[in-house]
Every structure is written in structure tokens, then in C-alpha cells.
């Protein structure tokens, strides 16, 4: 099926069953994003990353589904008001999950910034060698760390 006739096939559908597959999607993709962000916050960073392909799918599918919402405003306010208020309530619970998810996501990134940042000083004090100047002191450089740091992130 080309991606007109899906356009068209999800356009032709009745008021009701267009608002209740989006609801569906967009409530799929709300417990999707809440699990990821409760693993997140747990710290299980490799278990929320196998929640990205399923993640992924329901956003465009939810997608797909508001965008057709949106060709189809004028007959849903006609056909279906109730179901299309329902669906902007949804709507809104999404925008505040996506808000909570990216704000666990940015915090995880700067936790595990901050942490390859003091492996790779440590790592570069470690193997700065030990020298006297002609003071008697050894030279320090507080920002001298390592040039750099492979991570194997196989199990």
C-alpha cells in the first residue's frame, strides 16, 4: 500500500473509529514513554534503551493518526465532538510525559557526561608521569586529562 493510500484509508475512516485508533496509539505511546522514564529514574539505562523501537513505532503511528485528526478537524467537530475533546485531554497528558521523559533523559546524559569526565581525569592523572621542576614541585595541570577513552558497551 503506497503512503497516499494509507493517507486516504485512515482519512475515510469514520469519525469515531479515527478518534478511538489515535487514542489507542497516543495512550500506548504515554505508558511506553512513563516506563522508560521509571527505568530511567531507577537507573536501568540498558533496559529503557530496549523500549526505543517500540517508543518509535507508536510516535509514528500517533502521528500519522493526528495528522490525519487534522486534515479531518471540520467533520470530527461535526461527527465526533466528544471523542475529539477526549483526544485533546490525551493530547495534553502526552505533551506532560514528553516534558517528565526528556527531563529524565537530559539528567541521565549529564550524570553519565559528568561520570566519563572524572574516569577520563583520573585516568589522565594516573598516567601522567611524576617529575620534578625546578622548583622542587611536580607540574600539575588540573584540567590535563586523558586524550581519550574507548568504552565497550558489548555484554
Known amino acids: 500500500m503506497s503512503a497516499a493510500e494509507r493517507l486516504s484509508a485512515l482519512d475515510s475512516l469514520p469519525a469515531t473509529d479515527l478518534c478511538a485508533s489515535a487514542e489507542a496509539a497516543l495512550a500506548a505511546l504515554v505508558e511506553v514513554m512513563n516506563h522508560e522514564t521509571t527505568l530511567l529514574k531507577a537507573g536501568h539505562f540498558r533496559d529503557s534503551a530496549t523500549l526505543t523501537p517500540e517508543k518509535t513505532r507508536l510516535a509514528q503511528d500517533y502521528v500519522g493518526f493526528a495528522r490525519s485528526i487534522q486534515r479531518q478537524a471540520e467533520r470530527l467537530k461535526v461527527e465526533a465532538p466528544a471523542e475529539l475533546d477526549a483526544l485533546r485531554l490525551g493530547h495534553e497528558r502526552l505533551a506532560t510525559q514528553m516534558a517528565e521523559n526528556l527531563r529524565v533523559i537530559a539528567t541521565a546524559r549529564a550524570v553519565t557526561d559528568d561520570i566519563l569526565t572524572d ?24 584540567t590535563d586529562s586523558a586524550r581519550g577513552i574507548a568504552v565497550n558497551k558489548a555484554r
Open 119 to 142: 574516569v577520563a581525569m583520573l585516568v589522565g592523572r594516573d598516567a601522567r608521569p611524576e617529575t620534578y621542576g625546578a622548583d622542587g614541585t611536580t607540574a600539575v595541570d588540573p
